[in-house]
């Protein structure tokens, strides 16, 4: 469980309410349905998805609020859990022969190190495994990034779709100029759709869209990791070069834990 995108949605919205009952001087009622207008909501939450359902295609409209869900509980990834893991491999191929790492491979969960051991295993010439391994994380890398720069494209939308509801707003004041008391209201309401594009693209679009980009760059930087391992496989290093080549693809408060993990590299696609 990722604690940092739960703590930070909470703590921003008590931040925000509270910043609004204190300007309504602590008349609770009063400020915040000062703050709510359906219509509003409406033009700013409909129009920001139908523009991103117009930019992209219904199978990746619909996959990328999937993606949210990645935010709070992102793939769980243990680079030292994934070099002891390469380093075994490298232990077994160094004593028993490459041949060997097919019943190895056959036990793993990892799909993306099962597949390079099996390329391994089959003679594949070790300029190809690493041209299939980098494709695979290439495209990988570009999916991913794809459903981060949707929520961009998102965050773009809300404060212009806050924008247009902002101007319906100042033209149906504008028709009632000849009612001085009806300016207020009308003039806050174009207000509010406003505030709620800046709160749509900078407390939640805008961050999803990073974090996601964050842990896409973990997953791909903890599959290099084992791209690397099994080309030193393939190549017949020693293990023990092995793991000190891996450990420096690792933040040095993290190289302290190869050897003493369960060697279960874990991990996942999306």
């Known amino acids: 469980m990722e604690f940092g ?6 703590l921003g919205t008590i931040f925000i309410l509270l910043s609004i009952i204190i300007l309504g001087e602590f008349n609770v009622g009063y400020a915040l349905m000062s703050f709510v207008d359906y219509p509003s909501l409406m033009i700013v939450i409909g129009g920001t998805l139908a523009a991103g359902l117009v930019s992209a295609k219904l199978k990746n409209f619909l996959a990328s609020f999937k993606a949210i869900g ?7 990834l243990d680079p030292a859990g994934a ?6 491999l490298a232990n077994t ?7 060997a790492l097919e019943e190895s491979a056959t036990n793993m969960d990892d799909q993306f190190l099962k597949k390079g051991i099996m390329l391994i295993v089959d003679g594949t010439d070790p300029e190809l495994v690493k041209g299939i391994m980098e494709t695979e994380l290439g495209y990988t890398d570009e999916r991913h990034g794809g459903v981060a720069t949707f929520y961009e494209n998102l965050a773009t939308y809300a404060p212009s779709w806050g924008m247009i509801g902002t101007m319906v707003g100042l ?10 008391n009806a300016l207020g209201p009308m003039m806050a309401v174009a207000l509010t759709t406003t505030f ?5 693209a900078n407390f939640l679009f805008n ?10 760059k973990e997953e791909i930087l903890f599959k290099t990791v084992m791209v690397e391992g099994m080309l030193s496989i393939q190549a017949g290093e020693n293990p023990r070069i092995i793991e000190e080549k891996l ?24």
């Open 5 to 10: 995108t739960l703590v930070g949605l909470i």
């Open 70 to 76: 990645i935010t709070f509980k992102p793939p769980t």
């Open 83 to 88: 070099i002891d893991t390469v380093v075994q």
């Open 93 to 99: 191929a160094r004593k028993e022969g490459v041949l």
């Open 171 to 180: 033209i149906l004041m504008l028709g009632q100029l000849e009612d001085p």
């Open 196 to 200: 709620y594009g800046c709160i749509m």
């Open 207 to 216: 961050p999803i869209a990073s974090k996601l980009r964050d842990i896409s």
């Open 247 to 270: 450990k420096s693809f690792l933040a040095p408060a993290l190289r302290g834990d190869v050897g003493g993990s369960k060697g279960k590299p874990g991990g996942a696609d999306e």
